[in-house]
């Protein structure tokens, strides 16, 4: 870290550079920023020296920014609203708000919360952006790189990535996982199914490169046993219907099973076997909590998460 060169930066220089992105004009700058045309080019000059880049540069009539200026941007504007928060600590009021916010989840995730979560956020703050992703496409990446504010996820709770301290991982919803099949499968009709009945049937699984093998495969490991997993798939909708058409077992979360179209019509037997503690999860990185915007939508997925599922 070169503490010197950074000391010749100061907010001056990010307000400019922010505010030139925005006009690309220096007289436009110098009126919203209420300082002379002069000033902001001694300013620009400044930061120009420090950053050895020449940030703007004059194409036909318009100024054009460079591709430095140009990618400083976003972190530019990162920093002037973190300082500025900072300084005024102004309250957030929902009504008027007029940001967004991302969120990925697996599509099992959509019909528990998605629906009337979003109808109750557009309720409180109606002229709010909500982005909802897939977690197959957005995954824990996009919350270390900023792109995404939240994924809410089922998971085995030994299935934390360990490598992302960063991330704070908090229980929406406690659950227990049941084994899905159909209703023509030879085990339809038992009441209780046996761990070599279980073993005995091939499964279909749930891919996730982003989480840890989870706790009843290990364990299952550890006693020489192992399932016969021939199909995999993203989501818990997906291998429902392909249950539906064939003798697979499919292991999957009690309160999805319950309330999923996917899954209706499917016969749902409890696990013969110890699967660990299972759970919906919200995750976010620590510093998004900074942002007072962040935590009431935050206290929103928290609370009407929880009031919907006591």
């Not at 420090?50 to 140009?70: C, M, Q, W």
């Not at 969120?103 to 919360?113: D, G, K």
């Not at 919350?143 to 991982?169: M, N, T, Y």
């Not at 696990?271 to 503690?277: A, K, N, S, T």
Request: glycine share 4%; with cysteine.
């Amino acid at each position: 870290m070169d503490l010197a060169k950074l000391s010749r930066i100061s907010m001056k220089h990010l307000i400019t550079l922010h505010v030139m992105l925005d006009t690309l004009s220096v007289t436009a700058s110098a009126e919203r920023l209420c300082l002379s045309p002069s000033s902001v080019s001694k300013t620009l000059s400044q930061l120009r020296q420090s950053l050895d880049d020449d940030l703007f540069y004059r194409h036909g009539n318009k100024l054009v920014a460079t591709p430095l200026a140009r990618r400083l941007g976003p972190n530019v504007h990162q920093i002037i609203t973190d300082m500025n928060l900072l300084v005024t600590q102004e309250a957030f009021t929902p009504a008027a708000y007029k940001g967004g916010f991302s969120l990925a989840m697996r599509e099992s995730t959509f019909e528990l919360l998605a629906a009337k979560l979003t109808a109750h956020v557009l309720l409180l703050a109606p002229n709010i952006r909500l982005d909802i992703f897939a977690k197959d496409s957005v995954g824990f990446e996009g919350l270390v790189k900023g792109s995404l504010d939240f994924i809410v996820l089922p998971h085995d709770r030994s299935q934390p990535p360990i490598a992302q301290h960063e991330l704070v991982w908090e229980t929406l919803i406690n659950d227990e996982m049941v084994c899905l099949m159909n209703p023509n499968h030879p085990l339809a009709n038992q009441h209780h199914i046996s761990i070599d009945d279980y073993l005995g049937y091939s499964h279909i699984g749930i891919s996730d490169t982003d989480l840890n093998r989870p706790f009843f495969e290990m364990k299952l490991a550890q006693q020489a046993l192992n399932r016969a997993v021939p199909l995999s798939v993203a989501d818990f909708g997906s291998a429902a219907l392909m249950c539906h058409h064939s003798e697979l077992l499919f292991t999957c979360s009690r309160r999805w099973a319950e309330n999923a179209i996917q899954a209706r019509g499917l016969v749902t037997k409890a696990l013969p076997l110890d699967y660990g503690e299972v759970a919906y999860s919200l995750v976010w990185h620590k510093q998004s909590m900074k942002d007072p915007a962040h935590r009431w939508f935050y206290e929103q997925l928290v609370d009407f998460t929880r009031q919907q599922f006591q």
